[in-house]
């Protein structure tokens, strides 16, 4: 099947018949370009001249659809156009076609046109002045260069700036995509930290709090009881405290904790494990260390020291803090073996904090078991990352 042509823009529609009515009111008033014994005229009489306006006309209505095919049958009516008394309408319509065929067509079929006219103006002026060898001569390259290399460089600078506005349109929505995807990641990451923080500072003392609780209630002994309901208390504050402090981040907006805990905190969470029941060894070998660096370890040791008070059958607890080569090693073993169950349940979203916080600052994390112990370890390059 043929292709079927695309029905003519409103616009194109509102120049063809302007055109057309304005053409015939020139005709109407006997106004022509060529006078009635120009030489040049050999269709004389007061209708043929309608012949090349019509179809000029017509032209117009494929000016954006098909501008080549526009063009090419302007530039036959045109022709047929100079061997009658002539109507401006129709020589101003195929000034509208040139530029529109700049306008409308693919880069390549645009400069065409523009060299074409370009050309074809030279030799409009440079062989009537070699030929008749008088100065008005030049006059026909010039009216050759209105009629077609004028309309042809507006086009083309048309052309151009609107190439140039879409592009600046175009880069315009990108820039806007990308400031959207930034925000997006940024209000990711952000949700994906205080979630981090929340449950690191809260999930060791609420571990505790069920730990002991299910303790108290499973024995009848006073004694035992008062203790785990004085570790309950504990655990309570504490984590009451945490947890203010991280609705008060949340409410003034502050991106960085007000009191970030640092390595010199990780013996008080021994001495908190130890309160809730563990059997720790701290060990540490290390200098001053950057605070996100510091703050990573600390999280680090705070969730395995709370799973391995959930998980871990009786046995001794190892913690480990080492500085070489420009990293900071943090190991973490427990004992690891069957056990009934859990003694607190877990959301299971530990491990991947604690893996996220060492792939944000550029280093390492494993955990599983090793030679019937669980361990934790994580390398934390202390020159990279800026946050945990």
């Known amino acids: 099947m043929a ?56 032209c117009e209505l494929l000016r954006r659809s098909r501008p080549r095919t526009g063009l090419l049958i302007g530039v036959a009516a045109l022709a ?93 929505e990108q820039t806007a995509l990308l400031a959207e995807m930034d925000r997006v990641q940024a209000v990711t990451a952000e949700r994906a930290r205080m979630a981090r923080e929340l449950h690191d500072m809260v999930a060791n003392h609420l571990s505790a709090i069920a730990i002991h609780s299910t303790a108290a209630l499973s024995l009848d002994d006073p004694k035992t009881s008062q203790e785990a309901l004085g570790v309950i208390r504990e655990n309570s504050v504490e984590g009451l405290a945490e947890m203010r402090r991280l609705i008060g981040i949340l409410r003034t907006g502050d991106g960085t904790p007000t009191a970030t805990p640092t390595l010199d905190g990780v013996g008080a969470l021994v001495d908190t494990a130890r309160a809730n029941g563990l059997d720790v060894v701290l060990d540490t070998d290390h200098d001053q260390v950057p605070a996100p660096v510091e703050l990573a370890a600390y999280r680090i040791v705070q969730e395995s020291l709370t799973n391995a008070l959930k998980h871990a059958p009786p046995g001794r607890v190892t913690v480990g803090l080492a500085q070489r080569d420009g990293v900071l090693d943090v190991r973490v073993t427990s004992p690891y073996g069957d056990r009934e169950g859990p003694r607190a349940p877990g959301s299971g979203a530990g491990l991947v904090g604690m893996r996220e916080r060492a792939a944000l600052l550029g280093g390492t994390f494993e955990a599983g078991p090793s030679r019937a112990r669980w361990a934790v370890h994580a390398a934390l390059p202390l020159s990279e990352g800026t946050s945990a």
């Open 80 to 172: 047929a156009d100079t061997i009658t008394q002539g109507n401006l309408a129709t020589l101003v319509m195929f000034t509208d076609l040139v530029y529109a065929a700049v306008l409308y067509t693919p880069p390549t079929a645009a400069r065409r046109v523009l060299w074409s006219t370009g050309l074809m103006t030279v030799l409009a002026t440079v062989l009537p002045v070699a030929a008749l060898r008088t100065p008005e001569a030049l006059l026909i390259g010039v009216a050759v260069g209105l009629v077609t290399f004028t309309p042809a460089t507006t086009g083309w600078i048309v052309r151009n700036h609107r190439d140039a506005a879409d592009s600046a349109r175009l880069r315009a």
């Open 3 to 58: 292709p079927r042509l695309a029905r003519p823009h409103r616009d194109d529609v509102r120049i063809a018949v302007g055109g057309l009515l304005g053409g015939l009111l020139v005709w109407a008033v006997s106004v022509g370009i060529r006078a009635h014994d120009d030489p040049l005229v050999h269709w004389h009489g007061h209708w043929p001249v309608l012949l090349p306006l019509v179809v000029m006309s017509g």
